[in-house]
């Protein structure tokens, strides 16, 4: 499986929530609403979720093991860098 798109739609200021992406696996499948966001030990990703019937929030998809949601999250990681300096870029 390859990443072969990354594509951060949203970068705020404020709040915890910093993006919003939409990754494409071997040009062939999209996960969209996969969350950037801050946390106190650092940047990290929130896979789409759902919230059930019983409150709690619940992974629409996500990586089946820690070696591919780390890989996924490094690369997702980096475009938010990429998009987050352009956009410091665009103000200045």
């Known amino acids: 499986m390859n990443i ?3 594509r951060v ?3 705020t200021k404020e709040g915890k929530m910093k993006a919003v992406v939409s990754i494409t696996l071997d040009d062939e499948f999209v996960v969209h609403d996969i969350k950037v966001i801050e946390g106190e030990k650092g940047m990290f990703i929130a ?3 759902r919230k059930a019937a019983d409150g709690e929030y619940r992974d629409i998809a996500h990586p089946i093991n ?4 780390e890989r996924i999250q490094a690369l997702i990681l980096a475009e938010y860098e990429k ?3 352009l956009a410091e870029e665009g103000e200045g």
Do not use: I, Q
């Not at 820690?66 to 949601?69: A, E, F, L, N, Y």
């Open 83 to 85: 998009a987050a300096a």
């Open 66 to 69: 820690s070696d591919t949601r």
């Open 4 to 6: 072969t798109d990354v």
């Open 9 to 11: 739609r949203k970068v």
């Open 47 to 49: 896979m789409p979720s």
